[in-house]
């Protein structure tokens, strides 16, 4: 039943994924860099399945994407719009034998030109592969600007970038 389990979890999650649309670098205007690594996947299980849903878009939805982390490619670099809004939501998605649990951080942040944004995105666990929480440590241009926990929701933060 756990072999099953699975891989429904897993075909669900290939079916979704082929219809993500990428993040590509905004055609015009000003820009800020954008790198996001997760840390702490689960190792290889086929019992569990963890993927990290990346969002990003502008207000008025002209620019944006998804991209998916996964264990094997935790990382991800992109150029963001710079001097406007950008929704940006990291979103774990977990399932395996028995059990399934999601959590999120949304950033709405609006980046200077120029600026490099890192996001170091930690799944806390609890001695066992369930994620009970996420951490993420904002770094503006490598100087820690926040540390933002979730839990087994989305959690909003706005987030200025001047200082």
């Known amino acids: 039943m756990?072999?099953?389990?699975?891989?429904?979890?897993?075909?669900?999650?290939?079916?979704?994924?082929?219809c993500v649309s990428r993040i590509t670098s905004p055609d015009s205007g000003p820009i800020a860099k954008l790198?996001?690594?997760?840390v702490n996947f689960v190792p290889g299980?086929?019992?569990?399945?963890?993927?990290v849903y990346?969002?990003?878009?502008?207000?008025?939805?002209?620019?944006?994407?998804?991209?998916?982390?996964?264990?094997?490619?935790?990382?991800?670099?992109?150029?963001?719009?710079?001097?406007?809004?950008?929704?940006y939501v990291i979103n774990l998605l977990q399932g395996g034998g028995g059990f399934s649990s999601t959590c999120g951080i949304r950033f709405d942040l609006t980046a200077q030109e120029n600026e490099t944004?890192?996001?170091?995105?930690?799944?806390?666990?609890?001695?066992?592969?369930?994620?009970i929480g996420c951490k993420a440590d904002l770094y503006?241009?490598?100087?820690?600007l926040g540390t933002y926990q979730g839990g087994s929701k989305v959690t909003r933060y706005v987030v200025e970038t001047t200082y």
């Open 2 to 18: 756990r072999l099953v389990t699975a891989l429904l979890i897993s075909s669900l999650i290939i079916l979704v994924s082929g």
């Open 35 to 38: 790198n996001v690594e997760v």
């Open 45 to 51: 299980s086929l019992v569990n399945v963890e993927s």
């Open 54 to 87: 990346l969002t990003l878009n502008n207000a008025d939805e002209s620019w944006g994407g998804q991209q998916i982390l996964k264990r094997k490619n935790p990382a991800f670099e992109t150029d963001i719009p710079a001097n406007e809004q950008v929704s």
């Open 117 to 131: 944004i890192t996001t170091k995105y930690e799944l806390i666990r609890a001695n066992s592969p369930v994620v």
């Open 140 to 144: 503006i241009n490598d100087k820690l």
